[in-house]
T-cell receptor, first 113, second 113 residues
Framework: DTGVSQDPRHKITKRGQNVTFRCDPI?????LYWYRQTLGQGPEFLTY????????KSRLLSDRFSAERPKGSFSTLEIQRTEQGDSAMYLC???????????FGAGTRLSVL | AQSVTQLDSQVPVFEEAPVELRCNYS??????LFWYVQYPNQGLQLLLK??????LVESINGFEAEFNKSQTSFHLRKPSVHISDTAEYFC???????????FGAGTTVTVRA
């Protein structure tokens, strides 16, 4: 068990570009969550999946954001037409359906110039 | 919807002194409660949790937290801190419905020799 893995760890992009992040959850964890953490704040919920189904999306997830988990294993989070306000740490977590304990990855830090 | 308030943003403390980090939450339904710790340049790690049963919960490294339903609090304590406890600590709550976490803004603990 290697834990939750996120790639890349750091991403620097120019405003207006598209970026995609990947999250590999702990194997056999059927729930996968995305959070965003800005400087000086706690993580904020973005969306979560149960297997391949996206069950909830926060109002923070504007139409420029899209997340997928096509085979119920890894997940991707794409941000289109990035803005400076998108600069943040993007965290992924996974859990078992019947266990309310989320395990977090190290995060992807996005810097939009 | 639930919310979490961490009453102290920064707590400096001397080594071997006690520390208390305060956390209050609001929710209209029953919740689960958590403390996560984030060491510099690392992801969030679960420190301890309250799901049900005894209102006093303990971690393996000497931290404890007590769930107080009437005061809607879940304060974290350690009787004697070490330099290695320097980190940011986040209080979080989740509803029984979907397990998504709501975090406080975090408390930075700096332990000095």
């Amino acid at each position: 068990d290697t834990g939750v893995s996120q790639d890349p760890r750091h991403k620097i992009t120019k405003r207006g570009q598209n970026v995609t992040f990947r999250c590999d959850p702990i194997s056999e964890h059927n729930r996968l969550y995305w959070y965003r953490q800005t400087l000086g704040q706690g993580p904020e919920f973005l969306t979560y999946f149960q297997n391949e189904a996206q069950l909830e999306k926060s109002r923070l997830l504007s139409d420029r954001f899209s997340a997928e988990r096509p085979k119920g294993s890894f997940s991707t989070l794409e941000i289109q037409r990035t803005e400076q306000g998108d600069s943040a740490m993007y965290l992924c977590a996974s859990s078992l359906f019947d266990r309310n304990i989320q395990y977090f990855g190290a995060g992807t830090r996005l810097s939009v110039l | 919807a639930q919310s979490v308030t961490q009453l102290d943003s920064q707590v400096p403390v001397f080594e071997e002194a006690p520390v208390e980090l305060r956390c209050n939450y609001s929710s209209s339904v029953s919740v689960y409660l958590f403390w996560y710790v984030q060491y510099p340049n690392q992801g969030l790690q679960l420190l301890l949790k309250y799901l049900s049963g005894s209102t006093l919960v303990e971690s393996i490294n000497g931290f404890e937290a007590e769930f107080n339903k009437s005061q809607t609090s879940f304060h974290l304590r350690k009787p004697s801190v070490h330099i290695s406890d320097t980190a940011e600590y986040f209080c979080a709550v989740s509803e029984l419905r979907d397990y998504t976490l709501s975090f406080g803004a975090g408390t930075t603990v700096t332990v000095r020799a």
